[in-house]
């Protein structure tokens, strides 16, 4: 499986260097190009900053961005890769917000509080996957499968609950 990731802050990373070693990724990209590269260095891959330069051969984009800045990727990055699926890694946003703009749409949510400096047990790492296509969810189980050992099926409804619950 071809991966890029949208992102450079703690999510991304982590994920970055949790998947790498099972999985190719193919890009990692930010705004801010310095960013990026600190990610990408880490996986041996390439470094990027705008939209344009996404490799259209990617089976799969891990969107690992602010809340706020979900929909804006999304409306920018659909256009170059129309049947790649498309995930987001929060707990509160619902699928419905990538299936508004994209066919295949998912989310990706770990329950997991991520730094920098520490590392992540992802083999506990609760994972809550989500899809608008079966194909997709089949997919993305068994990627979160080969991450951990907690893997779930939630609805955007039941990851919201599930979230709010966990920040509290």
């Excluded at 949790?18 to 990026?36: E, F, G, K, M, P």
């Excluded at 949510?109 to 083999?123: A, D, H, K």
């Excluded at 079966?134 to 907690?150: K, P, W």
């Amino acid at each position: 499986m071809r991966i890029t990731l949208i992102g450079a802050g703690r999510v991304a990373t982590q994920l970055a260097l949790a998947l790498h070693t099972q999985y190719q990724i193919v890009q990692v990209y930010s705004r801010n190009l310095q960013h990026a590269q600190r990610v990408a260095d880490k996986v041996h891959t390439q470094a990027i900053d705008q939209v344009e330069q996404l490799n259209s051969q990617t089976d799969l984009v891990i969107i690992a961005v602010s809340d706020q800045a979900i929909e804006p990727i999304i409306q920018s990055i659909k256009v170059y890769l129309p049947q790649c699926l498309i995930v987001h890694t929060s707990g509160s946003t619902a699928l419905s917000m990538i299936e508004h703009h994209h066919k295949r749409a998912g989310v990706f949510y770990p329950l997991q509080t991520f730094s920098f400096e520490r590392g992540v047990n992802w083999s506990e790492t609760p994972l809550f996957v989500e899809a608008s296509q079966q194909q997709d969810v089949e997919l993305l189980t068994t990627l979160a499968n080969s991450l951990s050992n907690n893997v779930y099926q939630y609805s955007s409804k039941q990851r919201l609950s599930l979230h709010l619950a966990a920040v509290f």
